[in-house]
């Protein structure tokens, strides 16, 4: 299985900034795209934004402008830098991977999910 440690998540003022990040295992043998997707309260889980490992980018419209995706290929690492944070930016972040990884003499390909990390913005 693989697992995406995400972290950065935290209770920030209306106008600050912030910046998350999501790590793939070592073993990972390739990366297609890594991207960030929002849940707020009652709401269903979107896009915030994705990059593929050739460094093309697409963003949720709310956030264009304010928000920055970068992959780092090396580290097998995605960074979301958030600027300009309003109340409506109130979330469970998840960062999301499409991958191949090679266990016990076969390669798997798929999508995968971290476990969330908490961003607050208080007005």
């Known amino acids: 299985q693989v697992q995406l440690v995400e972290s950065g998540g935290d209770l920030v003022q209306a106008g600050g900034s912030l910046r998350l990040s999501c790590a793939a295992p070592?073993?990972?043998?390739?990366?297609?795209?890594m991207g960030w997707y929002r849940q707020a309260p009652g709401k269903q889980r979107g896009l915030v934004a994705t990059?593929?490992?050739?460094?093309?980018?697409d963003y949720e419209d709310s956030v264009k402008g304010r928000f920055t995706i970068s992959m780092d290929n090396y580290k097998k690492t995605v960074y979301l830098q958030m600027n300009s944070l309003t109340p409506e930016d109130t979330a469970v972040y998840y960062c999301?991977?499409?991958?191949?990884?090679?266990?016990?003499?076969?390669?798997?390909?798929?999508?995968?999910w971290g476990q969330g990390t908490q961003v607050t913005v208080s007005s």
């Open positions: 990059v593929t490992s050739g460094g093309s980018t």
């Open positions: 070592g073993s990972i043998s390739s990366i297609r795209a």
């Open positions: 999301n991977a499409g991958l191949t990884y090679y266990s016990r003499g076969s390669y798997y390909t798929g999508d995968y």
